[in-house]
């Protein structure tokens, strides 16, 4: 097999590999993923932490302005050495909201498709019970007997 063989073969084994839907899949959901955590993150900068600085922090004349900062600045002093927690603290907060919003759709989500699988599983209900079978001759033959005995 010469150079351009090898060189198909290759881009083949390549085409294979990248086009299957579950590649393709992934790429999307990374993709919507990325986006999703802008979303959130926006969210932790916005609208959690200045609710958390205001808890933490005295009152200041900016209000919120710079809650991501203020929660940043927190720090304590040991031994003459400063230790800043804020930022860890932010990106801690951040981590765990994003986790909890993630299960939180992930949890819907699988709920919403096991109930669609319930669904296309469940079988149709039958539209009317099946007929009796027919009776047989000697079954017949002793209903006339019967009704016979009654009219006499």
Same mark, same amino acid.
């Given at each position: 097999?010469?150079?351009?063989?090898?060189?198909?073969? $290759?881009?083949? %084994?390549?085409?294979?590999?990248?086009?299957?839907?579950?590649?393709?899949? #992934?790429?999307?959901? *990374?993709?919507?993923?990325?986006?999703?955590?802008?979303?959130?993150?926006?969210? *932790?900068?916005?609208?959690?932490? @200045?609710?958390?600085?205001? $808890?933490?922090?005295?009152?200041?004349?900016?209000?919120?302005?710079?809650?991501? +900062?203020?929660?940043?600045?927190?720090?304590?002093?040991?031994?003459?050495?400063?230790? &800043?927690?804020?930022?860890?603290?932010? %990106? *801690?907060?951040?981590?765990?909201?994003?986790?909890?919003?993630?299960?939180? *759709?992930?949890?819907?989500?699988?709920?919403?498709?096991?109930? #669609? =699988?319930?669904?296309? +599983?469940? @079988?149709?209900? @039958?539209?009317? @019970? &099946?007929? &009796?079978? %027919?009776?047989?001759?000697? %079954?017949?033959?002793?209903?006339?007997? =019967?009704? $016979?005995?009654?009219?006499?």
């Amino acid at each position: 097999m010469g150079i351009k063989g090898k060189a198909t073969s $290759l881009l083949e %084994e390549f085409k294979n590999f990248a086009f299957k839907g579950n590649i393709v899949d #992934m790429a999307v959901g *990374v993709i919507i993923g990325g986006a999703f955590g802008k979303i959130v993150s926006s969210f *932790v900068a916005d609208v959690v932490t @200045p609710c958390i600085t205001a $808890l933490i922090s005295t009152a200041s004349p900016e209000g919120t302005e710079g809650a991501q +900062e203020a929660l940043a600045k927190l720090s304590f002093t040991w031994n003459g050495i400063a230790i &800043p927690y804020g930022s860890f603290l932010a %990106e *801690v907060l951040n981590f765990l909201i994003v986790a909890i919003v993630i299960f939180l *759709v992930m949890k819907k989500f699988l709920g919403f498709m096991a109930n #669609m =699988r319930k669904k296309e +599983e469940a @079988p149709a209900a @039958p539209a009317e @019970p &099946p007929a &009796p079978p %027919e009776p047989s001759a000697e %079954e017949k033959l002793l209903s006339e007997i =019967r009704d $016979l005995l009654k009219n006499k």
